[in-house]
């Protein structure tokens, strides 16, 4: 069965502590995973798409990388504005997309 | 450049009434995506409409339902409301089957 797993559920960082978030998967016939931030109350917002392993993307203070089980988004030096929650997204075959519940990141000043 | 635009923002409506939510996509975009975001899970996925089809469907009853119309706006229905039913349904849409999602920024629908 097509699944994602975020860890951890939550994270409390001070600002400029950096840390990495846990993007866990297993489907069949991946196709992309996508990294999106969600700010209360409103829809997720795209960040950024890997497609294969070893493949990095940055922007900003964000870097994702994608191994074949798993990717990590890494947050360096984090800022109270980055505090949102960080879903992780995989394509899989069909087009179909399987959401993680996500990590609620909040950095505190 | 308008985004995914979704109305209503908030519904209220009781249980075993019947509630529609509307939503236009990214002018050039003609896949849709609907997605239902609970308290605590992750989004689940509904449906997919793409050139006024509908593609694929998520694992909900039929009383989830829906349609796309010719200018790729889409409808989705939800028959006999039940309390666990309330959740944000998200819309998004995207250029081509399988590309970047792009999302609005929900219905928040309560089921009293």
């Known amino acids: 069965e097509d699944q994602v797993t975020q860890s951890p559920e939550a994270l409390r960082l001070q600002e400029g502590e950096s840390s990495s978030l846990n993007c866990s998967y297993t489907?069949?016939?991946?196709?992309?995973l996508f990294w999106y931030r969600q700010d209360p109350g409103k829809g997720p917002e795209f960040l950024f798409t890997?497609?294969?392993a070893g493949e990095e993307k940055e922007k900003e203070r964000l870097k994702a990388t994608l191994t074949k089980k798993e990717s990590f988004l890494h947050i360096t030096a984090p800022k109270p504005e980055d505090s949102a929650t960080y879903l992780c997204?995989?394509?899989?075959?069909?087009?179909?997309?399987?959401f993680g519940t996500g990590t609620s990141l909040t950095v505190i000043p | 450049e308008a985004g995914v635009t979704q109305s209503p923002t908030h519904l209220i409506k009781t249980r075993g009434q019947q509630a529609t939510l509307r939503c236009s996509p990214i002018?050039?975009?003609?896949?849709v995506y609907w997605y239902q975001q609970a308290l605590g899970l992750g989004l689940q996925f509904l449906l997919w409409?793409?050139?006024?089809?509908?593609?694929n469907r998520g694992n909900f009853p039929p009383r989830f339902s829906g349609r796309q119309f010719p200018n790729y706006s889409s409808e989705l229905n939800v028959n006999a409301l039940e309390l666990e039913d309330s959740a944000l349904y998200l819309c998004?849409?995207?250029?081509?089957?399988?590309?970047?999602?792009?999302f609005g920024s929900g219905t928040q629908l309560s089921v009293l």
């Open positions: 998004a849409s995207s250029l081509e089957p399988g590309g970047k999602l792009f």
């Open positions: 409409y793409d050139e006024g089809e509908e593609r």
């Open positions: 890997l497609y294969s």
């Open positions: 997204a995989v394509q899989a075959a069909g087009n179909q997309f399987y």
């Open positions: 002018s050039g975009h003609t896949s």
């Open positions: 489907v069949s016939g991946l196709r992309g």
